[in-house]
């Protein structure tokens, strides 16, 4: 069920899948599920809606144009390792880092890299608007991968300042992309960034409006931003 499932979306989504491939994220599934009985990780535990909410959601932002040989991606938010895992599995080039606030997913992740073999990955802890300031990781990326973490606005405060002028920042969204785009115009232009891209995504039989918010960034960000919490959310972009 779950390696159908799987196979279905990403042919759907134009992505070929080899057998070694297939291998991991089945291997990634079923440790996931085994972990989340110790540890709450996710709701998602059903192999159909692995497949298609975690695993197929996370590869809906790949595109092969934007994700470059080696690119160096910054996973935020990662969680259980979403996007950046389902990512790294399709293209094993690309130099990750993952990034979180709570130590436990980390350590969750680095078993599932060794687990599965994956190399040139870093996992990163810490606070998104605490890290923005250091000059080793401020606009040192060329992408910043998102997926269900803030609202938009909310979202380009902690993200643009880590992506390099020229590299882009993506944030996979659900049904209210379209109101969250509008609110975060002013926030995405003053932190440097353009809406490069909206691309829609129908994964499997799901009624589910989602899409891929592709944000170039053309200007550095200012470097008062990000800025703590209660002041952003007092004061919003």
Not at 21 to 45: A, D, P, R, W
Not at 87 to 113: A, M
Request: with cysteine; net charge positive; charged share 25%.
């Amino acid at each position: 069920m779950f390696q159908t499932e799987l196979y279905q979306a990403c042919t759907a989504l134009g992505l070929s899948i080899q057998p070694q491939q297939m291998e991991q994220y089945t291997k990634f599934f079923e440790y996931l599920v085994e972990i989340n009985k110790v540890m709450n990780l996710t709701k998602l535990t059903a192999p159909d809606e692995v497949a298609l909410k975690h695993m197929a959601d996370s590869l809906s932002c790949y595109d092969e144009e934007i994700f470059k040989v080696r690119a160096t991606v910054l996973d935020l938010g990662t969680g259980a390792g979403f996007p950046g895992i389902p990512l790294k599995i399709y293209r094993p080039d690309l130099q990750l880092t993952f990034f979180d606030s709570l130590k436990k997913r980390l350590q969750f992740i680095s078993c599932v890299t060794d687990l599965l073999q994956i190399k040139q990955t870093v996992c990163l802890h810490g606070r998104a608007e605490d890290l923005a300031h250091q000059d080793v990781y401020r606009e040192q990326f060329d992408l910043v991968t998102s997926r269900a973490v803030a609202r938009l606005s909310v979202l380009a405060e902690w993200a643009l300042p880590y992506v390099k002028k020229g590299g882009y920042m993506i944030a996979l969204k659900g049904a209210r992309y379209e109101t969250e785009l509008k609110a975060a115009e002013r926030a995405v232009s003053l932190l440097g960034g353009t809406v490069y891209r909206v691309r829609k995504v129908q994964l499997g039989n799901l009624p589910d409006t989602r899409a891929v918010i592709y944000i170039h960034k053309t200007h550095d960000s200012p470097r008062q931003y990000p800025r703590k919490p209660k002041v952003a959310s007092a004061h919003p972009l």
